[in-house]
């Protein structure tokens, strides 16, 4: 981004932190206009689209070119694990995963978290607790640390859990692919 245009785009990320996404809006739009591939720009817009709009196309659409634009600017892949999670897009999710564990700019601890959440989601404990402990093995945040042991530990009490109800478990089937 050019200077100016730099300089804009700071003003936009203030406005989101004062709530004012509308205003915040116009000044993408009005960057992207003369930069039409700013990965921040893109990553931006598709976080307005998905938590104030609830536009989740539009907002894919965004994290994508953002990804596009720049292969190396790693707030798009957080952005779109977390769109793909909520819609419950799991095949997709698994995708985007596994080409995040080849980008260079991305946490593969956090990489190893989105796989166990996606798995605990789905009911599949021990696979989770699987990816919270690779996450650990390659972490060297102390406290992120804390964190996956407890994601881990919330998994042991829900493998506890499904000892009781193994019926209700016996009937759920493996999330599918959702649009």
């Known amino acids: 981004m050019r200077s100016q245009l730099e300089e804009l785009y700071l003003e936009a990320e203030t406005e989101i932190r004062n709530s004012n996404y509308a205003e915040a809006f116009r000044k993408y739009e009005s960057i992207l206009y003369d930069e039409p591939t700013s990965a921040p720009v893109h990553n931006s817009l598709g976080w307005l689209y998905k938590t104030q709009f609830d536009n989740y ?3 894919e659409s965004h994290y994508i070119a953002a990804i596009k634009s720049d292969p190396l600017y790693p707030h798009a892949y957080h952005n779109y694990a977390i769109l793909l999670t ?94």
């Open 86 to 179: 909520d819609m419950e897009r799991y095949d997709d999710l698994k995708k985007h995963l596994n080409r995040c564990l080849d980008i260079a700019t991305l946490d593969k601890s956090w990489v190893y978290i989105r796989f166990g959440l996606m798995e605990e989601l789905n009911l599949r404990f021990e696979s989770a607790i699987d990816y919270y402990e690779k996450a650990i093995l390659i972490s060297l945040n102390d406290e992120k640390i804390k964190d996956y042991r407890n994601d881990i530990d919330r998994c042991h009490a829900k493998l506890q859990l499904a000892k009781n109800h193994q019926s209700w478990l016996g009937n759920q089937e493996p999330e599918k692919e959702k649009n």
């Open 57 to 59: 196309s539009q907002a």
